[in-house]
Nanobody, 124 residues
Framework: QVQLVESGGGLVQAGGSLRLSCAASGRTFSRYTMGWFRQAPGKEREFVAAISWFGDKTYYADSVKGRFTISRDYAKNTVDLQMNSLKPEDTAVYYC?????????????????WGQGTQVTVSS
């Protein structure tokens, strides 16, 4: 079992930055591929970024590539999402997710554990 708690959301102007953090419970954090997803009102949940259990591979949606960076800290059991050059279309609830013993996962249905989400609002 893994419990995930996101933090760091908020309101920011277009062009600004935010850093989201996801704290994971459990002793086997290193065995989990971690992902970030987002869901805007009236839209389906979509993939944002993922990092492999070794931390050696990262994956990004085309819409955030070059602006967002995912990273993980094994000592702290956290995975962060640094978001730069934010755009109004980045506005959504952002979710952290985890799946064990999987090299890469970019679909919501591939993940077993989810956080409660944190709101990110980018004003124009």
């Amino acid at each position: 079992q893994v419990q995930l708690v996101e933090s760091g959301g908020g309101l920011v102007q277009a062009g600004g930055s935010l850093r989201l953090s996801c704290a994971a419970s459990g002793r086997t954090f290193s065995r989990y591929t971690m992902g970030w997803f987002r869901q805007a009102p009236g839209k389906e949940r979509e993939f944002v970024a993922a990092i492999s259990w070794f931390g050696d591979k990262t994956y990004y949606a085309d819409s955030v590539k070059g602006r967002f960076t995912i990273s993980r800290d094994y000592a702290k059991n956290t995975v962060d999402l640094q978001m730069n050059s934010l755009k109004p279309e980045d506005t959504a609830v952002y979710y952290c997710a985890a799946v064990r013993d999987t090299v890469v996962a970019m679909l919501p249905r591939e993940y077993d554990y989810w956080g409660q989400g944190t709101q990110v609002t980018v004003s124009s």
